[in-house]
């Protein structure tokens, strides 16, 4: 029987560190997207379209990450 891992168990850490830079990378590129292709925008990236998309990157990082930690099994001691 494998051992429960706990919250400081290395691998969940790398895991959850390499989803919330995934999930980043998503929410970036997704806002970049918008920015770029929306009809009636101008197809400029400015430094405001950076800074909302590092916002909105940020915001998935979060959201994916409250969404992992709510799906990890609680120890119970």
């Not at 850490?13 to 292709?37: D, K, N, P, S």
């Not at 990157?57 to 959201?63: D, H, K, M, N």
């Amino acid at each position: 029987m494998s051992p429960q891992p706990t919250p400081e168990d290395p691998t969940r850490e790398t895991e959850r560190r390499r989803a919330g830079i995934v999930a980043f990378l998503v929410g970036v590129a997704a806002a970049f997207g918008f920015f770029a292709f929306f009809p009636g925008l101008p197809h400029v990236i400015d430094w405001g379209a950076i800074i909302a998309a590092a916002a909105v990157g940020g915001l998935v990082r979060w959201a994916w990450l409250a969404h992992l930690a709510k799906r990890e099994p609680r120890s119970r001691e």
